[in-house]
């Protein structure tokens, strides 16, 4: 009996592509488009915005591979950019119908992540410090990827994109007080699992407080 041939894994078929593999590209979107398309459906609420954005994601990947160093996973990478696509036209509807409101929210937005937030370590502009904020920043993609989808979702918008709380609460359709709690839990499970490697209070500092 034929044994099955093991699949590479996302990083094999990134070199592959950055090779200029056609097939290992073909793979990639194989594996990961209808993921791409259920987290963009999650946070757009429109199955055909939610068909282009995923196609739009893959064109982003194909365009900027050559970027990808393998810091995170290639899943991390590629829920990002289909966040931020999101996001985009999220606020691009809003700014349509408010532009006054817009402006003043994404000015709020930008004071929060000077100052908080899941990727504020506090370690200062120090160059000998570059190299543990950058190895921070991949246990933080490590730790992402186990907590439950609805969690990494919510993170990744409020922490990462810089999203309000109602905006927050108007992309997902969940009331404010949930938006807060669900944040709340996902902020502990990423503090549980950052612990070790930040200790107590450098985990809760991290991880910024509301």
Known sequence: MELLKA???????????????QGAFRSLMERYQKKAFAQA???????????????????KVYRYLDHFKGDSSFYTWLYRIVA????DRIRRKASAQSPDNVEFDEKMEQEELATAGILSTRL????????????????????L???????REILVMRELEGMSYEDLSRVLKIPKGTVMSRLFHARAKMQKLLTDYLGHGAAVEGLGEE
């Open 41 to 59: 459906l999650g946070m757009l609420k429109d199955k055909d915005e939610a068909m282009d954005v995923a196609q739009e994601a893959f064109v």
């Open 124 to 143: 200062g502009t120090n160059p000998q410090k570059a190299a543990l904020r950058a190895e921070l920043a991949q246990k933080i993609d490590e730790a």
């Open 84 to 87: 931020n696509l999101c996001v």
């Open 145 to 151: 990827e186990q907590i439950p989808e609805k969690h």
């Open 7 to 21: 699949q590479p894994d996302d990083l094999t078929l990134v070199r592959r592509c950055q090779e200029g593999d």
